[in-house]
């Protein structure tokens, strides 16, 4: 029962919200930023949307397109040069976790005199621009913190910059704009949304105000990201995919991840593989290294894989939950191992090294708390 809880984001949810964009932002700021990836919001006709909602409320807009998947620290610094240059006054993410996050660090950089490198971690509050999310995807949940993920290319440290400061002002929640994620891109995302859901469940700092959200965001994830990637245009499983995406944003804001996160982020960082796809492939392991301390937890996890566990002792049913994640990420062609993603034997060490030097809060903070040796068996076992 010892927790805190502060998120000063005002969430605008629901079909059509996009299109009002202009009218939320211009009392933020007279010129703004539109932070984006290089193709998916333009092919979309989504920057034209946003960017024709600003005009029409009279704020001014420059573009900075070149954010990619793992948004590298040094492509950030150039959009806060950008940022800097173009004296803008507000910074708009739109898209995925990458644009969200990648606006965060610009409207916090912007400020700063050296590279947006050295602020990983938690951070003090300090003068930010004002930040305005727009998400295109069900993944991160990143317009519902203050977490900002970024990949120093120098060190391949991929971690995440926190600061009071790095919530969002405003952030718009509209699912008409998840109708044409690709099926990939529909099953990587979404699963980052059960991880964490699942994680913030799992972890020591769960608490009374993080698990009710943990476990709603896990059951909208197991009963409708099938249905999203099978059939993308139903705006049904779209948005409740949408809602699953925003309430697993504020659990991992209250309670944080664990052991997948750590385990996970290396392999974005050495060979740009997309973040949800690393999550599923070392998950099963860690569940299972995870069952004897996490047996109860886990076993409420497999009744929302629809497991039934009647006359299973609560060990028994926590296995057969892992089976049923199994063939849940199988449902959605997830890898399951990280061979899948063309990891061998002799990268696991760097990986593990990577993963305890960078990660160790979430090593701790696991329900079997993790060591050195423990990572490196993990990675064996998800070859």
Same mark, same amino acid.
């Given at each position: 029962?010892?927790?805190?809880?502060?998120?000063?984001?005002?969430?605008? %949810?629901?079909?059509?919200?996009?299109?009002?964009?202009?009218?939320?932002?211009?009392?933020?700021?007279?010129? *703004?930023?539109?932070?984006?990836?290089?193709?998916?919001? &333009? &092919?979309?006709?989504?920057?034209?949307?946003?960017?024709?909602?600003?005009?029409?409320?009279?704020?001014?807009?420059?573009?900075?397109?070149?954010?990619?998947?793992?948004?590298?620290?040094?492509?950030?610094?150039?959009?806060?040069?950008?940022?800097?240059?173009?004296?803008?006054?507000?910074?708009?993410?739109?898209?995925?976790? $990458?644009?969200?996050?990648?606006?965060?660090?610009?409207?916090?950089?912007?400020?700063?005199?050296?590279?947006?490198?050295?602020?990983?971690?938690?951070?003090?509050?300090?003068?930010?621009?004002?930040?305005?999310?727009?998400?295109?995807?069900?993944?991160?949940?990143?317009?519902?913190?203050?977490?900002?993920?970024?990949?120093?290319?120098?060190?391949?440290?991929?971690?995440?910059?926190?600061?009071?400061?790095?919530?969002?002002?405003?952030? @718009?929640?509209?699912?008409?704009?998840?109708?044409?994620?690709?099926?990939?891109?529909?099953?990587?995302?979404? @699963?980052?949304?059960?991880?964490?859901?699942?994680?913030?469940?799992?972890? &020591?700092?769960?608490?009374?105000?993080?698990?009710?959200?943990?476990?709603?965001?896990?059951?909208?994830?197991?009963?409708?990201?099938?249905?999203?990637?099978?059939?993308?245009?139903?705006?049904?499983?779209?948005?409740?995919?949408?809602?699953?995406?925003?309430?697993?944003?504020?659990?991992?804001?209250? *309670?944080?991840?664990?052991?997948?996160?750590?385990?996970?982020?290396?392999?974005?960082?050495?060979?740009?593989?997309?973040?949800?796809?690393?999550?599923?492939?070392?998950?099963?392991? %860690?569940?299972?290294? $995870?069952?004897?301390?996490?047996?109860?937890?886990?076993?409420?996890?497999?009744?929302?894989?629809?497991? &039934?566990?009647?006359?299973?002792?609560?060990?028994? *049913?926590?296995?057969?939950?892992?089976?049923? %994640?199994?063939?849940?990420?199988?449902?959605?062609?997830?890898?399951?191992?990280? $061979?899948?993603?063309? @990891?061998?034997?002799?990268? @696991?060490?760097?990986?593990?090294?990577?993963?305890?030097?960078?990660? $160790?809060?979430? %090593?701790?903070?696991?329900?079997?708390?993790?060591?050195?040796?423990?990572?490196?068996?993990?990675?064996?076992?998800?070859?």
């Amino acid at each position: 029962m010892d927790f805190g809880f502060y998120m000063p984001a005002q969430l605008i %949810f629901g079909p059509g919200k996009a299109k009002e964009t202009g009218s939320y932002v211009k009392a933020l700021g007279k010129k *703004a930023l539109v932070v984006t990836g290089k193709s998916s919001a &333009k &092919k979309a006709g989504y920057l034209d949307l946003i960017t024709k909602s600003l005009e029409k409320e009279g704020v001014d807009w420059v573009l900075f397109d070149e954010i990619e998947p793992n948004p590298l620290t040094t492509t950030i610094d150039k959009g806060i040069s950008f940022a800097r240059e173009n004296k803008v006054d507000v910074v708009i993410g739109l898209g995925g976790g $990458s644009a969200m996050d990648s606006a965060k660090c610009i409207a916090f950089g912007v400020n700063k005199e050296d590279s947006i490198a050295n602020y990983f971690g938690a951070q003090p509050a300090g003068e930010v621009l004002p930040i305005a999310l727009i998400t295109t995807t069900a993944g991160t949940g990143s317009e519902a913190n203050n977490f900002a993920v970024m990949t120093n290319p120098e060190t391949n440290v991929k971690k995440a910059l926190s600061s009071p400061n790095t919530y969002a002002s405003i952030s @718009i929640i509209d699912p008409e704009l998840m109708l044409t994620v690709p099926k990939k891109v529909t099953a990587s995302t979404g @699963i980052d949304v059960f991880f964490h859901s699942m994680e913030s469940y799992l972890t &020591k700092k769960s608490h009374p105000l993080s698990r009710p959200l943990s476990l709603e965001g896990m059951r909208l994830v197991a009963e409708n990201l099938k249905g999203a990637y099978d059939d993308g245009n139903n705006i049904e499983y779209r948005e409740r995919m949408a809602w699953a995406n925003t309430i697993a944003g504020i659990a991992i804001n209250l *309670a944080g991840n664990c052991g997948i996160h750590a385990l996970g982020h290396p392999l974005s960082a050495y060979y740009d593989l997309p973040h949800g796809e690393t999550l599923a492939a070392v998950s099963l392991a %860690f569940m299972k290294f $995870s069952i004897n301390e996490a047996a109860e937890k886990l076993a409420e996890i497999a009744k929302i894989l629809g497991v &039934k566990t009647e006359g299973l002792s609560v060990v028994e *049913a926590a296995e057969k939950g892992i089976e049923a %994640f199994e063939v849940f990420l199988k449902s959605v062609d997830l890898p399951t191992k990280i $061979s899948d993603l063309g @990891i061998t034997e002799d990268s @696991i060490e760097k990986l593990a090294l990577n993963a305890y030097e960078y990660s $160790s809060h979430n %090593f701790v903070a696991s329900p079997r708390e993790m060591t050195l040796e423990d990572a490196i068996n993990l990675y064996r076992e998800s070859l």
